[in-house]
């Protein structure tokens, strides 16, 4: 999701041609390659879109795959021309002009962005130290794959997690000139020709790809997504189409072939990226074994289509608006995500309410204004006058001052070095979700650690009268000879929680609204781990249930089946569904929790979704907040009343708790 090649990189100086190319049909057109700027703004808008909100387009994370195209086309088109005409690359000159382009937008978003976070939600601050060091340096993606972090389910908010594909970008940047070179080298000692050149660079691009089907993991993916080695697909098939496109065949585009398909190419193309975008989701293992490839290739089409010769294609992408998006498209994803994170803590809001929307509104149009002020005043003059030009500007600028004047930005400046270093310094290891589930989770093991064990409590339990059908131990844990259907509302020594985080997060309040309740939860749990537990749990489960998994690898119906299975039809059941801000699969997930309770009598939904408010969630838009605890304890107390009403046909008074 890194535009940084823009109109600067769009234009490529024409040079003379060499003798491979003098059979040629055609002469590459020169200056601008029009279409692209346009093609870039399609993408950003894809990668904002997605980033505001998932449901809305949930493959729009792959908009990250069409700026890679483009980058790989557009570099090594300068780069084979620049050798062609002079027999060699001016590396120092390639690097500062890269330089010049990523480093001063950067260096304003980073503090800027630290600084307004702090005063809005600490947590945004959580692991901003790495965060910052991987920005300045472009090393975020290997950083946070060290860290561990999970760009689809982190459980807290990143500031600058969307750098982690400038990163993978920038490295492109520093290696493959260097690789170029080499390849250039071997063309002109063994006289390879263009086709066989191409196909080594695609060969690049096709391991990398095979290497991220091989390293993908369903509960993870952001090895696969973050690494550099596993994401040069489409970087490398951008560097393979520009060698066949600058060389004597121009790609095949003046043959017949392309000539009759290319109408049908450039529509293919498109409904191939309209149907990713739209239909791709970031929970899908096809999505990155398939969907990442497919989109590369569709887009490597439509670079081919809008540079090759005007047409309709080209007449929209050189539009006005998306002209003006696609300059300012590096600017626009450096600060978009900062500000909707931002926006998120100061504005809280739930998603599909008129508040969000005109949160996002907001968003957008903070981020176009804060983009377009970076282009016309930092990124522009920079890449104007270059770095020591534009020393020498501020410092011809600040000598015009009176000595009042410089003192007043000299201590300004110095101030605000200060506070920036004291809240990078101060800064939080972990989010105050994570604190608390911590806490929360200590509280459970020494829950589990002063209740007996089964056997110990059976040994301890009154003998049981024969032919009772109800007799009952006094934890609320019933024999399955004597085990018959109650659907009375259960009291708190009755129920027995399994779950993830999300009930580790809401143990105080679980307590508070079902004394005696029995806790077995953990972070990072799944499904299949849910399975496990109740399977260990079966001689002393109790005869109310509440399931809660699927925050982190979403819904397995054939796993909640035999869960479901394993506690048999004679216990009440509540499957708590699921919320998360930034999880395009959670329409998905809950609709497949709804049927499977509607096919079991005896389980039915806590429907936290619904039941949530913007309040009730902690910073990460994902954990129960103080409030939203006893909001999460309460749908379920709600859940077993309507599951008891509906079989016993007595509705459950329940007494209002005071919350805090």
């Known amino acids: 999701m890194a535009p940084t090649s823009t109109t600067e990189d769009a234009t490529v100086a ?49 908009g990250v795959d069409i700026f890679f195209v483009i980058s790989g086309f557009l570099i090594t088109t300068l780069l084979v021309r620049e050798h062609r005409s002079t027999g060699r690359v001016d590396l ?33 601050l959580v692991g901003i130290r790495r965060q910052a060091v991987g920005a300045l340096t472009f090393s975020t993606n290997w950083l946070e794959i060290a860290h561990g972090s999970n760009y689809f389910a982190a459980t807290s908010p990143q500031l600058f997690m969307n750098f982690w594909s400038l990163a993978v970008e920038e490295q492109f940047y520093l290696f493959w000139p260097l690789v170029a070179l080499a390849l250039l080298a ?32 369903p509960a993870n993916a952001t090895r696969a997504y973050y690494g550099t080695d596993t994401h040069l697909f489409g970087l490398m098939l951008g560097a393979a189409l520009a060698i066949m ?80 998006i696609g300059t300012r498209s590096y600017g626009i994803y450096l600060w978009h995500w900062p500000v909707i994170l931002i926006i998120n803590q100061d504005i809280p809001t739930n998603a599909g309410t008129d508040e969000f929307i005109w949160t996002r509104v907001w968003a957008v149009l903070v981020t176009l204004a804060l983009a377009d002020l970076s282009f016309r005043f930092v990124e522009t003059p ?49 989010s105050r979700t994570q604190q608390m589930i911590e806490d929360n989770q200590t509280r459970i093991a020494q829950q589990s650690d002063d209740s007996p064990s089964p056997d110990a409590s059976a040994a301890s339990a009154p003998a049981k009268s024969s032919g009772s059908d ?26 027995q929680i399994f779950g993830d985080s999300m009930v580790v997060g809401a143990v105080p309040a679980l307590e508070y609204y079902f004394p005696g309740v029995r806790i077995d939860a953990q972070s990072n749990r799944q499904w299949s781990d849910g399975l496990s537990a109740v399977t260990a749990a079966q001689d002393s489960l109790r005869r109310a249930v509440v399931l809660a998994f699927g925050t982190n690898a979403g ?65 990460d838009g994902i954990h129960p907040s103080l409030g939203g605890a006893h909001t999460y304890a309460a749908t379920i107390r709600q859940a077993f009343a309507d599951l008891s009403e509906q079989h016993t046909g007595t509705a459950v008074p329940l007494k209002d708790l005071p919350r805090p």
Not at 273 to 290: D, H, K, V, Y
Not at 470 to 495: C, I, N, Q, V, W
Not at 596 to 610: K, L
């Open 245 to 324: 496109w600058t060389g004597p065949v121009r790609a095949w585009t003046a043959t017949a072939q392309w000539r009759q398909r290319r109408t049908w190419l450039i529509w293919g193309s498109v409904v191939t990226i309209a149907a990713l975008l739209l239909l791709a989701g970031e929970g899908s293992a096809w999505t990155f074994r398939l969907g990442i490839p497919l989109i590369s290739i569709a887009t490597a089409l439509l670079v081919l289509a809008a540079v090759e010769r005007p047409g309709p294609l080209r007449s929209v992408l050189e539009l006005a608006p998306l002209v003006w």
């Open 186 to 217: 071997v063309h002109r000692r063994f006289a390879l020709t263009e086709e066989v050149m191409a196909t080594l660079v695609l060969g690049i691009g096709v391991a990398s790809a095979l290497l991220m089907v091989v390293s993908f993991d």
């Open 555 to 619: 819904t397995d119906p054939e796993t909640v089946e035999a869960i479901l299975d394993e506690i048999g039809p004679d216990r009440m059941v509540v499957l708590v569904n699921l919320h998360a801000d930034r999880l395009s699969r959670i329409d998905g997930d809950n609709s497949a929790l709804a049927e499977i309770a509607e096919e079991h009598p005896n389980v039915t939904i806590a429907d936290w979704d619904s039941a949530v408010a913007a309040e009730d969630l902690q910073p």
């Open 470 to 495: 109800d007799a009952e131990d006094r934890d609320g844990t019933l024999d399955s000879a004597d085990r018959k259907a109650d659907f009375t509302m259960p009291t708190g020594d009755e129920m």
């Open 92 to 124: 120092r000159g390639f690097w500062t002009r890269r330089a010049r382009r990523l480093l001063p937008a950067l260096v304003i978003v980073v503090p800027v962005a630290i600084l307004i976070a702090r005063t809005v939600e600490t947590d945004l």
């Open 382 to 430: 920079v890449r104007r006058r270059g770095f020591r030009g534009t020393l020498r500007h501020v410092a011809t600028s600040l000598g015009s001052l009176s000595l009042g004047g410089r003192r007043a930005i000299t201590g300004t400046v110095v101030a605000v070095a200060a506070v920036l270093a004291f809240v990078v310094i101060t800064a939080p290891d972990i």
């Open 14 to 62: 024409s040079v003379a041609p060499s003798a491979s190319t003098t059979v040629a049909p055609t002469r590459p057109p020169r200056g601008h390659l029009s279409g692209l700027d346009g093609l870039r703004a399609l993408a950003i808008i894809a990668v904002i879109v997605f980033h505001l909100d998932p449901d809305w387009l949930p493959g729009g994370f792959l």
